[in-house]
């Protein structure tokens, strides 16, 4: 049977006229059922590029995703996407929001009432089911990107796919975020695969971390299991010897040995 | 993380509503400056608002009195405007039958035919308009063309118009939807490639069909652009359907003036074009607060 969700010997080439650019090499993953992993890299390596394979959004240019032993290749509710911006309809309310989603998911078979319930459901999830009538500009970056995560969990995806969606946040209300996601994780069992380019934030939160060498031709340059046991408690890892030789590990990978040169 | 101290806040109220004679007393002599605090100000912000054109509007009557009185003026004074046209300003409703009508019924001939002709052009210019935003294709083949036909003005369709419908009514009701449709089109058909390549994630991923994407996220995100588009066009009706009723005739506001001309009522004309901008006015206004109301949030992403 195999990995739950396995990324098959994935290579993504643009082509604009003559010039072609290859973003992503031989990238080769497999991803067990309730497993967290992140993905992290400096930025353009590709790692975007290669959540957005996952969804289905870009097409890869030879390999595969297999998901629960089919292959996909175009966007769907079962690879649910949380934004890094939060991609909130502006003209909706946030309940509404999360409607839309589970309505066009559930709409053949749960009733107008259920559907409700699990709307609501979803929005007290991620604790957002206080502002429900509101609209997304009347409420905070966090907020709505907590909404982004329940109109994703409202979904019931097999993968959940969250591409930085911290990154645009401040520190303090990013850890408030990454508390509830652990919990989430932790209640639902979902396998998620995050993207992002915060070394504690992978650390933290996955039981793996792919590391990206720097594109072009981007391929996972290692993986590091990380052997912290759940719940992981944000304090009282600061002292832990496999938090930090973790932590070691991915900053010594992307500054020692793949230093990002081009830019910066 | 703030519901612990909001309890907090509300527990500490609970214990003094041990002493409610002073809570009652506390109230009405609140409310009572409120009030009147509410409403200086706004006294005070209307008059900031309705002082400056009253004034500018009796200047400028003045002096057009003064420059207009001399004997032998080619435009009347408005005083004698006033006079001469009293019956038209007084009776906006009589009805005499034929043309002889008062200036309501004209406007609501004129409202009428911009009604048919922009209603058609606002259906056909967002579908069109839709096709060319969505469609590449569909934009290269007809953007060269729309781009010179909407150069073309309004009144230059009317003889080609009622060569082809053989009647004046038709062919005014074509003039309106042929000048008010480019601005439509082109509006929505940026509003449609401005929508956000997330909007359309969101979609993928929701695998929204195309009706559904239409309707959910097509429409509400260029809303704010079509209706740019959809005042516009409703300015143009209303400045094209006054010439387009000067050639054609019959009861509308553009006839009536034309026919003033004729018969030298200087002072109807003057009275008619009030009227014309007033309601040109109220037309541009409409489609606004309609934008405003349908497009409510969608501005602040």
């Known amino acids: ?264 | 993380m703030s519901m612990p101290a909001l309890k907090l806040e509300k527990s500490s109220p609970a214990k003094m509503a041990q002493a409610p004679a002073a809570q009652v007393v506390k109230m009405p002599a609140r409310k009572r400056p409120a009030l009147a605090e509410k409403i200086v100000p706004l006294l005070k912000t209307a008059a900031a608002n309705i002082v400056p054109p009253i004034v500018v509007i009796a200047l400028l009557l003045g002096l057009w009195q003064i420059l207009c009185s001399a004997p032998g003026s080619a435009l009347p004074p408005p005083s004698s405007i006033i006079q001469n046209s009293w019956e038209l300003i007084a009776h906006p409703f009589y009805d005499r039958g034929g043309l002889d009508k008062g200036l309501f019924w004209h406007i609501l001939a004129s409202l009428q035919r911009v009604a048919v002709g922009y209603s058609l052009a606002a259906v056909a210019g967002v579908g069109l308009g839709v096709l060319i935003g969505q469609s590449t294709w569909a934009m290269r083949g007809l953007d060269p063309l729309f781009q010179v036909l909407r150069t073309v003005p309004p009144l230059a369709w009317l003889p080609l118009s009622l060569a082809a419908f053989r009647d004046g009514q038709p062919a005014a009701v074509f003039v309106i939807f042929i000048t008010a449709i480019w601005p439509i089109i082109i509006n929505t058909a940026v509003g449609i490639r401005n929508i956000p390549q997330d909007y359309r994630n969101v979609a993928a991923v929701l695998r929204l069909n195309p009706i559904e994407f239409f309707l959910k996220i097509m429409i509400p995100a260029a809303a704010p652009y079509i209706f740019t588009g959809l005042r516009i066009g409703i300015g143009l009706s209303w400045l094209a359907i006054i010439a387009a009723e000067m050639l054609i005739g019959g009861v509308g506001i553009g006839f009536f003036i034309w026919d003033a001309w004729n018969s030298s009522l200087i002072g109807d004309i003057i009275v008619a074009l009030f009227y014309v901008g007033i309601t040109g006015f109220i037309l541009d206004r409409m489609i606004a607060a309609v934008g405003a109301f349908v497009t409510r949030g969608t501005a602040a992403a």
């Open chain 1, 1 to 264: 049977m195999g990995a739950y969700l396995k990324l098959d010997h994935i290579d993504k080439t643009f082509t604009r006229g003559s010039a072609s650019t290859n973003v992503l090499k031989e990238v080769t993953l497999d991803i067990d059922k309730g497993e967290y992993v992140s993905i992290i890299g400096h930025s353009g390596c590709g790692k975007s590029t290669l959540l957005n394979i996952v969804a289905g959004l870009t097409s890869a240019t030879t390999g595969g995703v297999i998901l629960d032993g089919r292959e996909v290749n175009s966007p769907g509710p079962d690879r649910a996407v949380v934004f890094q911006n939060h991609s909130l309809l502006p003209w909706l309310t946030v309940y509404d929001n999360v409607r839309l989603a589970v309505d066009k998911v559930f709409s053949g078979t749960r009733s107008r009432a259920e559907r409700h319930d699990w709307t609501l459901h979803n929005l007290d999830l991620v604790q957002m089911g206080h502002a429900k009538d509101k609209r997304p500009s009347e409420i905070s970056g966090g907020m709505k990107q907590r909404v982004g995560i329940a109109r994703a969990l409202a979904m019931e995806p097999k993968v959940l796919l969250l591409d930085e969606p911290f990154g645009a946040l401040d520190a303090l209300t990013r850890a408030h975020l990454q508390d509830s996601v652990m919990q989430i994780h932790a209640t639902l069992g979902n396998t998620i695969l995050m993207i992002t380019h915060d070394v504690d934030e992978a650390v933290l939160l996955s039981d793996r971390i792919v590391m990206m060498t720097n594109g072009p031709s981007a391929y996972v340059g290692e993986v590091l299991e990380v052997n912290l046991t759940r719940p992981r408690k944000r304090l009282e890892l600061v002292t832990n010897p496999t938090y930090l030789k973790a932590r070691e590990a991915v900053l010594k990978f992307l500054h020692e040995r793949h230093r990002f040169v081009e830019a910066a």
